[in-house]
């Protein structure tokens, strides 16, 4: 298995650097555009902290490739979507004209939420925005996250100079939450407490989260998954690391 990952490894690098994170097209992109345009949705960049490499993915349109992936192919009008880590507001827009219902969306980077808002609004998305962190069992009010310069890379994981407090939101506290059925998680390793606290939200029946290796290990992955498995969800698909949950 080693192997395998070495050899996709070498085949995905030159593919990875060529196309989604160039440098030359990302200064051609941020020279020349000014939005992220994806079939007939368009995103404001406004304020964004965005290495210029990465920019090279809103000309590709490689940017989140993988979640955008599942969730096209698999969000219908059955799905009630709660969208972790909001970012620039593109996967909870698909997730949304895709489903036809209601989203609830939370953001902890306060630098991003106006933007977050204003894109939702304009591709005409019903949504309830939290600025903060759902929490299934932490008592404290608050918790540390740490921003780095790219605004998709807010965690608890990777600590950086700038240190941000995000409010814990029970989902006690949320209006009719236990009537949304799918949970859509980007959010820098946040996938771990989601996970690992499974069984206090049953109302979730579909599951779609990126798992990041550059912050857990296989043995945690593993470990993950077990749980998963222990509460009767069936991996359904996957691209790349992004995975889709089914019980």
Do not use: W
Request: glycine content about 4%.
């Amino acid at each position: 298995m080693k192997v395998l990952n070495t050899i996709t490894a070498i085949i995905l690098l030159p593919i990875y650097y060529t196309i989604h994170h160039n440098i030359f097209f990302g200064y051609f992109y941020k020279r020349f555009f000014k939005k992220f345009y994806y079939k007939k949705f368009v995103f404001s960049l406004d304020s964004l902290k965005i290495p210029l490499a990465n920019y090279s993915s809103f000309f590709f349109k490689t940017y989140e490739y993988n979640d955008r992936k599942i969730i096209e192919n698999n969000i219908t009008r059955n799905n009630k979507c709660i969208i972790i880590g909001g970012g620039l507001g593109f996967i909870a827009t698909l997730s949304y004209h895709l489903s036809k219902n209601k989203i609830l969306v939370f953001e902890i980077n306060h630098n991003i939420i106006h933007n977050l808002k204003k894109n939702l609004l304009f591709n005409k998305c019903e949504f309830d925005l939290f600025i903060g962190n759902l929490s299934l069992n932490k008592k404290n009010n608050y918790d540390n996250f740490y921003l780095s310069n790219d605004f998709l890379a807010t965690t608890q994981y990777l600590k950086t100079k700038n240190l941000q407090k995000a409010k814990n939101i029970s989902k006690n506290k949320i209006k009719n939450f236990n009537k949304y059925n799918t949970l859509i998680i980007d959010g820098e390793g946040i996938e771990e407490h989601f996970i690992n606290n499974i069984k206090k939200i049953p109302n979730i029946k579909y599951l779609i989260f990126e798992f990041h290796h550059n912050i857990f290990s296989n043995r945690i992955k593993n470990n993950l998954f077990k749980i998963l498995k222990q509460n009767n969800f069936k991996l359904v698909s996957k691209c790349f690391n992004s995975y889709y949950f089914l019980r």
